[in-house]
């Protein structure tokens, strides 16, 4: 008699499940990650840290020439951009723990069980957005330490903040599209070569004035760009204006082209998750 | 013990004309009008070669990927519109062993505990448990990383039966594994199916669904070419074999050539080892027909055997006949 109550308490726990409460319990086990690979999480975390000194001391003094807006400080309009680098290397991570738990049939067993599909996706979500937050505000304290700062105002910089993570929240999306859909650990490489050109490609870290006219234009025009200027803008660090519509607007487009990257790739990263193996 | 929801009407698994078709591989894999019934509490075999479509009918039955066409129901409901009502009554064991490599096996149990919605101080339990039932109490602390393959599995077995399932897919459970590993894959789903669990198992070898079978579906291309019990399918085939063993092999040809005359079906003749294997319907009869052609021939064989025969004649009897319906064997094999 016992045995069969017992049954029936367990039937009851087994209803409650919602997908905010699974995926909650997806993100707690990337946290078991973190913790049971801490060389893993901090390199990670870290690696945005050491591109900024890369930056900052090896090339610093002769980008920040005499005639610059930001002569003498660099890191004044550095940190934006090594903030926004940060974001399209996030993109990293989530595609490497997709493209992880897809080969090894992980994913498999967790659309088997009863948690609805979104829980699934949405732990990574929850997981890597917590990533971003940590590594942002590692860099911020990175930057103050050496001599950036932002001058307008606390609601400019959660703005500024803000930005940033909507970057991050789309490119999550390129990130799981191209994890579940890429062959292997080959294919992930590649994508980890590209963010490369993909970042020194904009105004992250050179202003695009310098560069040849035809390679200006592209840097210009990298969302990328647009994220860095209007963060710029917000926290106050001297930015490129160029004149042109896109130094204009930059704030709208550092929220447009967000939204529309989310638009194309997460109906496209759902479609690619449901049909994981066929 | 954690047991899941009760199942809904009907047999354990119930698949009615299911058509899958990929586009991008036109070579296999793709299914064509499968029909397959499993009774509750009984270990259904699929068995059959790589490509056949065996992993295929695995995940649209749990419900990982949709079928074309065709319906199919586990434990009572169907796996395209009632998908979650099936994964609450099902386990599943992947080809691959899904475990996370960087969790130890006891924060993997603990997971898929929780996912199953288990409280937690359930799924601590239920975890515990688990380990200590498939030996891995030791390891539990431990990184999967660093389990023997055997481990892996075992695990991954476990990680099914966090919640035991109603219907548990099993594909290929131990392809890969030492006799060691196999052997321990192998009492943990015997064991099961003690405790009322019904399991669908794939498997390229014929000794497993031979071992742990109640009854099997043979798949090749997509198709079914045979099913039964594995008595049933061995008698489906023209009943039992003679093995006759001469000194000579030059010998071979002829004693061949004169047992068309009571052979049931086409004859394996092997060189290497001066074999030659008949099948025959009637032993007795044959018995003293090979008797006799052996001594009109005045040969003295080293070894005459009868036997039942081995499931992998079964399957390449009824894969290579050709112009041999599928349905006839069905209708044969079937109750």
């Not at chain 1, 020194?200 to 695009?208: I, K, Q, R, T």
């Not at chain 1, 390679?215 to 860095?228: D, E, H, K, Q, Y």
């Not at chain 1, 160029?242 to 929220?255: K, M, N, P, Y």
């Not at chain 2, 695990?155 to 099914?160: E, S």
Request: net charge neutral; proline share 5%.
């Amino acid at each position: 008699m016992s045995l069969i109550a017992t049954h029936h308490d367990e039937l009851t726990v087994r209803g409650t499940g919602s997908a905010l409460g699974d995926a909650w319990l997806l993100t707690r086990r990337q946290f078991w990650h973190w913790r049971a690979q801490p060389g893993a999480f901090l390199v990670g975390l870290f690696f945005p840290v050491l591109v900024t000194f890369m930056f900052g001391a090896l090339f610093g003094g002769a980008i920040a020439g005499p005639d610059t807006d930001y002569a003498g400080n660099y890191y004044l309009f550095l940190m934006p951009g090594i903030f926004t680098m940060a974001m399209l290397f996030g993109l990293e991570s989530t595609m490497t723990a997709v493209n992880a738990d897809a080969a090894k049939g992980v994913t498999d067993r967790f659309r088997s069980l009863p948690i609805s599909g979104v829980a699934v996706v949405l732990g990574r979500c929850i997981a890597d957005m917590i990533n971003s937050v940590l590594g942002l505000v590692l860099l911020m304290v990175t930057g103050v330490l050496l001599g950036w700062s932002w001058s307008n105002g606390l609601a400019g910089a959660a703005a500024a903040f803000g930005l940033l993570m909507l970057l991050r929240f789309s490119l999550l999306w390129v990130g799981i599209f191209v994890g579940v859909t890429a062959r292997g650990p080959e294919s992930v490489a590649a994508v980890q070569i590209l963010v490369w050109p993909v970042s020194m490609l904009s105004n992250l870290f050179v202003d695009p004035a310098t560069m040849p006219g035809w390679l200006g234009a592209i840097a210009s025009v990298n969302p990328l760009s647009a994220t860095a200027s209007a963060t710029r803008e917000l926290f106050g660090n001297p930015g490129w204006n160029d004149g042109s519509g896109l130094s204009e607007h930059a704030l709208t487009l550092a929220i447009c082209w967000p939204i529309a990257i989310s638009l194309v790739f997460a109906p496209l990263a759902v479609r690619a998750y449901r049909r994981l193996g066929g | 013990m954690h047991q899941p929801p009760p199942p809904g009407p009907g047999p354990a698994v119930d698949v009615r004309g299911l058509r899958k078709q990929y586009p991008r591989s036109p070579a296999g894999t793709g299914l064509v009008e499968l029909d397959l019934r499993v009774d509750a509490g009984t270990v259904h075999g699929l068995l059959g070669p790589n490509g056949a479509g065996k992993s295929t009918t695995v995940r649209i039955l749990t419900t990982l990927t949709r079928a074309d066409g065709g319906t199919a129901r586990v434990a009572g409901f169907d796996v395209r519109t009632q998908g979650r009502e099936v994964r609450r009554r099902i386990g599943l064991v992947g080809q691959a062993a899904a475990v996370d490599d960087v969790l130890t096996g006891r924060q993997n149990l603990l997971l898929i505990g929780r996912l199953n919605h288990l409280s937690a101080a359930a799924a601590a339990r239920r975890a515990d448990e688990l380990l200590q039932r498939f030996s891995l109490t030791d390891a539990a602390a431990r990184k999967v990383d660093g389990y023997s393959g055997g481990m892996r599995r075992r695990l991954d077995l476990a990680a099914a039966l966090v919640v035991a399932p109603t219907v548990l897919f099993v594909d290929e459970p131990t392809t890969g594994l030492d006799p060691q590993g196999r052997r321990e894959v192998w009492a943990a789903i015997r064991e099961l199916v003690g405790s009322g669990t019904t399991v669908l198992l794939t498997t390229q070898y014929l000794e497993e669904a031979d071992q742990l079978a109640d009854r099997i579906t043979m798949l090749s291309a997509g198709r079914v070419v045979g099913r039964g019990t594995p008595e049933e399918l061995k008698s489906a085939i023209g009943g039992d074999w003679l093995d006759v063993t001469l000194p000579d092999p030059a010998e071979l040809e002829r004693l061949q050539r004169a047992a068309q005359r009571f052979a049931a079906g086409e004859m394996v003749v092997d060189e290497a080892t001066a074999q030659l294997r008949i099948p025959v319907a009637d032993r007795t009869r044959a018995l003293v027909a090979l008797s006799t052609l052996l001594g009109e021939y005045g040969i003295d064989p080293l070894d005459i055997a009868v036997r039942r025969p081995t499931l992998d004649e079964v399957f390449l009897q009824l894969t290579s006949t050709t112009g041999r319906p599928a349905a006839d064997t069905d209708e044969a094999a079937r109750r």
